[in-house]
């Protein structure tokens, strides 16, 4: 998740904290507040908050596995389809 705490760490506070808030009702499984998609022929997810996509999976467990988050229009999905 380096990452994560990388791209944290350069926008500004209130992204953050959309960015955290976004993560924690992912991880809490409330799927509903959110704006999620299956990315075609995979199976990664995508959230969208604002300019950003969290990709994300499903383990054997069914937790949720965060895998990237990420400024829209970057090259976005082209590591996960």
Not at 51 to 73: M, P, S, W
């Amino acid at each position: 998740m380096r990452e994560l705490e990388k791209l944290l760490r350069k926008i500004s506070k209130k992204d953050q904290l959309a960015l955290r808030e976004e993560i924690s009702l992912l991880v809490q499984k409330r799927h509903q507040l959110l704006n999620i998609k299956k990315l075609q022929g995979s199976d990664f997810y995508r959230s969208r908050k604002g300019n950003f996509r969290i990709i994300f999976h499903y383990d054997e467990l069914q937790k949720v596995v965060i895998d990237a988050v990420r400024l829209k229009g970057e090259d976005i999905y082209k590591d996960f389809i």
